[in-house]
């Protein structure tokens, strides 16, 4: 189901001189991302040529619609079964500036925070993302070429970002895999133990 787009902005300048929402694009979506509430789930933007909607694709375990934020390691995937999901949405332009996204479900709704941009203590503030509005945030970990160009200008190196973002989602991934790994290894124990 397609949302019917908002207003017509393909690009905004920032004429409040609100550091928090840099000059930017719509495309600053295109990306692929790393969830900390839902490890291992692939999670990708992909803003439509009309710039001002976009498709999400990604990845979940267990039934739709449930509450339990659950990873996709290898142990949930097999306990709970993975799916694909998909939708649409729109792109909003704030008349300060700041670039929306929304699902129009109430429950996706976001804004872009660059990296540095906020001083606030809900997490990954050090990096490029997705900031929803249940204080989670989904942090880049592609470089933006696999999908069409992105353009945000913080006077900031992008391929210094991308490393960072690179770098934190393997940690996500490594960590996430470890405590997995953990838990395994004390479920054995345990049934040994019995």
């Not at 949930?76 to 949405?89: H, N, P, S, T, W």
Request: glycine share 10%; net charge negative; proline share 5%.
């Amino acid at each position: 189901m397609m949302i019917p787009p908002p207003t017509a902005f393909a690009a905004v300048s920032n004429d409040n001189n609100n550091s928090n929402y840099p000059d930017t694009t719509t495309t600053v979506f295109n990306h692929e991302y790393a969830d900390p509430f839902h490890p291992l789930c692939k999670r990708r933007i992909q803003v439509n040529p009309n710039d001002l909607t976009f498709h999400y694709s990604g990845t979940a375990v267990g039934p739709k619609d449930d509450p339990v934020r659950r990873g996709c390691s290898t142990e949930e995937i097999q306990k709970y079964g993975l799916r694909q999901g998909a939708f649409d949405g729109n792109i909003i332009i704030t008349t300060n500036g700041q670039v929306k996204i929304s699902a129009g479900d109430g429950v996706h709704e976001g804004v872009w925070e660059a990296a540095n941009s906020v001083n606030t203590n809900l997490g990954f503030e050090n990096l490029d993302g997705i900031r929803w509005n249940d204080g989670n945030k989904w942090t880049v970990i592609d470089d933006g070429t696999s999908t069409s160009a992105v353009a945000i200008s913080t006077g900031a190196s992008s391929a210094s970002g991308a490393s960072v973002s690179k770098d934190a989602g393997s940690a996500v991934l490594y960590g996430w895999v470890g405590l997995s790994a953990l838990a395994g290894f004390k479920g054995i124990i345990d049934k040994f133990n019995e």
